[in-house]
Nanobody, 115 residues
């Protein structure tokens, strides 16, 4: 399955962004989609996950500030990021896990939090 991520940008501390990740129509159900991020010089870090049924899990570092949602008709997952901090600066990568297939990754979308 192909994943197309968008929505990154430059934002001031305390600001917000909404990332989107659209999966191609070939994605199978049920599936799990989510986000990782990778800051310069650091390992990739898991951010959040959502199942086809809407069950969500968020990393402690973003809990209460980020919210993952999805639109199953559009095969799209979203990451609403509020109260952004400089330490949220990273390339954000969406992923999809579907039955009988290796994990799919989208290209990263850059989020920079700076004044």
């Amino acid at each position: 399955v192909q994943l197309q991520a968008s929505g990154g940008g430059l934002v001031q501390p305390g600001g917000f962004l909404r990332l989107s990740c659209a999966a191609s129509s070939s994605i199978s159900s049920p599936n799990v989609m989510g986000w990782h991020r990778q800051a310069p010089g650091k390992q990739r870090e898991w951010v959040a996950t959502i199942t086809t049924g809407g069950v969500t899990v968020h990393a402690d570092s973003v809990k209460g500030r980020f919210t993952i949602t999805r639109d199953n008709i559009k095969n799209t997952v979203y990451l609403q990021m509020n109260n952004l901090k400089p330490e949220d600066t990273a390339a954000y990568y969406c992923f999809a896990d579907q039955p009988g297939a290796a994990r799919s990754w989208g290209r990263g979308t850059q989020v920079t939090v700076s004044s």
